[in-house]
């Protein structure tokens, strides 16, 4: 700390702090030191330390929880509703580490709702994925993907952590979408969901129908997708003229 500052002693030490968070020296999820702690390696009161604490709950930092202590809080992502791009590769170019864990692949016959959604006849043969969403290892979305099997033959065979779904399709199908329709709902996690996304029950999540279509129109996949909504945000961006000028900033 820097005595002969002007600038207040907690605002100081609320600066470092946000530092080692921005670093990742404190991971998203982590819990802080306690004040004893903070107030030995800082050399100030537990009043500085309190006070410091607040201000980066007050910016969004940190989640002081009772009982428990203070803990380091998810900075959202903005996605851009626009793109059709998959999680791995949005999150890849915003710094974070990404990967897709395999649940459950399986083949189905398709009943009236999947059929209507890739238009296609009943009892047709289609791949089911199920899959978990890994950002800096910790999962924030659940994913349920249908598709055609006669389209993507072998598709199973091909899955791998480290490949997104959209990447396979480019790479061993040459099929890359051209535009998607999405269906956001609000809903609140259940137990399962609590479980699996390590969230609370009761927290909000959003739940996405997407179907993405390929340059003819034609159905590529259905999905149903829940996201922990404490780890992204959706942006949509206009092309009208009210819009056109501004900037969506990461």
């Known amino acids: 700390m820097n005595l002969d500052s002007s600038k207040p002693l907690y605002l100081q030490i609320a600066a470092d702090i946000k530092n080692n968070i921005l670093s990742k020296k404190y991971k998203p999820g982590e819990k802080l030191p306690i004040e004893n702690a903070l107030s030995e390696q800082y050399e100030v009161s537990k009043i500085t330390i309190r006070k410091a ?5 007050d910016e969004g930092f940190v989640k002081k929880v009772q009982g428990k202590g203070t803990f380091v809080t998810y900075q959202k992502d903005k996605l851009l509703l626009n793109k059709t791009s998959g999680f791995k590769e949005v999150l890849s170019t915003k710094g974070h580490s990404a990967k897709n864990e395999v ?3 399986s083949f189905l016959n398709a009943d009236e709702n999947i059929s209507d959604k890739l238009s296609i006849p009943m009892d047709t043969k289609i791949v089911y994925l199920e899959r978990l969403v ?3 290892n910790e999962p924030m979305a659940l994913d349920k993907i249908y598709f055609e099997n006669d389209k993507f033959p072998d598709f199973i065979t091909k899955l791998d952590d480290n490949r997104s779904f959209y990447q396979i399709l480019e790479e061993s199908y040459a099929i890359k979408p051209k535009n998607s329709v999405l269906e956001i709902n609000g809903i609140s996690a259940n137990s399962h969901q609590a479980d699996i996304l390590k969230c609370n029950i009761g927290d909000p999540l959003f739940y996405i129908n997407k179907i993405s279509y ?23 961006f206009n092309n009208d003229t009210t819009t056109t000028n501004e900037k969506i900033k990461s």
């Open 53 to 57: 604490i607040q201000k980066l709950s």
């Open 214 to 236: 390929d340059e003819n129109n034609k159905p590529i996949h259905y999905s149903i997708t829940t996201i922990r909504c404490d780890r992204i945000t959706y942006v949509v």
């Open 134 to 136: 890994w950002e800096d």
């Open 103 to 105: 649940i459950q692949a």
